[in-house]
């Protein structure tokens, strides 16, 4: 079943928009429904999630600092690793 909605939007988002979906050959409705329906779901997703008796307990088993750079860590393992 489909349902009409009204949106009030500035003038000026609702132009990108319209060039963005027609640049995209999609509808702006259509477009509107997948990111709403994207972004619901994604959240369903979340709360689906379970997390294992394992996992729970090493939660908080290693401290790190919390200056802790886990990127610049990483790129020093990687430098090292491929030299």
Known sequence: ??????LRLNDKVIER?????????????KMIETYLD???KQKEDVK???????????SGVIELPSDFDYRKEYRD???EKYK
């Open 1 to 6: 079943m489909e349902t009409k909605l009204t």
């Open 17 to 29: 928009a319209k060039n963005y979906a027609r640049s995209h050959n999609i509808s702006l409705s």
């Open 38 to 40: 994207s972004i619901t």
């Open 48 to 58: 689906k999630i379970s997390i294992t008796p394992l996992v729970e307990s090493l």
């Open 77 to 79: 393992y990687i430098d």
